[in-house]
């Protein structure tokens, strides 16, 4: 009798080309997305050695880090971020891969654009130069970052040395609360584990809560895997999956459709698997959460106040000096502190469930005074739907802009920097000093909780604002 085997050790082992002794095993990659970042040096790395790419098509490319959010019609003023784009074009059509540059409809985020286009699919292996790859595991494929070398490597080989990592399994039962969203979910199990609690480990997220999600709410799940040190998280596909994939441009049609079908549907972890570690939580404890501190574990229900110690983040000193640098105090409530800057968008919540969720907030209010609001979305589709399903005259009407696609002030390699001191409500992923712009200050948080702040100037929690819209 075979053994029983994990979601992640049945699309692992199927993957493996060699076993090497004592060492790695060497993955064969499905679907590798580059960026204009990390892919320069690896590129040049294929030239110098006199080689080309193995398979371009299965390599996709799209401009989304370094892109301006406002007239990308016009060049790009940053002499390195031009140079770099420039290069990606340039490297993109000497090879023969698939390019969505900026003015291309299809550009965006590389982390939306792959599951919209359905480039994305379950079982499949996703490596892309960027940490947030572990978003792609949503549809129950192996997606994770990798470095330029790496990158050098599957361009030349489709394949990737790497040591199988352990499995966890976070389960999270019952029902959320109202006003609780995947995002929330994600930074209550990062507050949790900490930054470090999963590393090492592979994660597959279970349970009611998660079945529950749509696909949207599964991806930002796992996009925030990275930050409690896993290497990456996936959900089994179902039905849910299915239908969102469905008829995409990449995803298999026909006779082939019904074959991938019967593979799909044997995705999931056998009754008796074991894991290397499990947890359990219950998801009617969660609460709109948000962060307090310089990393994504220092987080907590918004309606508590902010830990006297915290020695899971780091020991005493490094927790002082992170609440030093937001101006914060042990014991401070976190409602009411005011705000500078918000920001919808990133890999993590730039998705249109992510702008329903913020237009259902301010419909029938104003923006702030005091608030300067960047609302980016994810690629051209998430644009369009705003615009065709009304959002976009919400959201104006309350005296905001929409910006073009682009990761935008998730990590301040664009034009959209936070300033020094200021403090912004964030729907990204990281808070770490200075990573929204020199000197800036983070609080990561949910689309709802971005919108009651954008609303309302100051950290607000989002229950009261829907509760008054359901009295």
Known sequence: MSAKKTLFDKVWDSHVVHQIEKGPDVLFIDRHMVHEV????????????????????????????????????????????????KMLEENANEHGISYWGLGHEKNGIVHVVGPEYGITLPGATIVCGDSHTSTHGAFGAIAFGIGTSEVEMVLATQCIMQPKPKRMRINITGQL?????????????????????????????????????????????????????????????????????????????????????????????????????????????????????????MGMGISNAIPTSNMAQGGASTYKKSLEYMKFGEGDSMIGKPIDFVFLGSCTNGRIEDFRA??????????????????VPGSHQVEKAIKDEGLLAIIQEAGFELREPGCSACLAMNDDKVPPGKLAVSTSNRNFEGRQGPGSRTLLASPLVAAAAAVTGKVTDPRELMEREMA
């Open 177 to 297: 609360q109202f006003g609780v969203t995947p995002k929330d979910v994600a930074l209550f199990i990062i507050s949790q584990l900490t930054t470090s609690g999963a590393t090492g480990y592979f994660v597959e997220y279970a349970g009611d809560v998660f079945k529950n999600m749509t696909m949207e709410g599964r991806m930002t799940v796992c996009n925030l895997s990275i930050e409690m040190g896993a290497r990456g998280g996936m959900i089994a596909p179902d039905e849910t999956t299915f239908h969102y994939i469905k008829g995409r441009e990449f995803t298999p049609k026909g006779a082939d459709w019904d074959k991938a079908m019967d593979y799909w549907q044997t995705l999931h972890t056998d009754a008796d698997a074991v894991f290397d570690k499990e947890l359990t939580f219950d998801g009617s404890l969660i609460e709109p959460m948000i962060t307090y501190g310089t990393n994504p574990g």
């Open 38 to 85: 990390t892919s320069p040096v690896a590129f040049l790395g294929l030239k110098n050695r006199g080689i080309g790419v193995l398979h371009p098509e299965k390599t996709f490319a799209t401009a989304d880090h370094n892109t301006p959010t406002i007239n990308q019609h016009l060049p790009v003023a940053d002499p390195l971020s031009a140079h770099q784009l």
């Open 358 to 375: 913020f237009a259902s907030i301010v419909k029938g209010r104003k923006k702030a005074d005091n608030v300067t609001a960047w609302l």
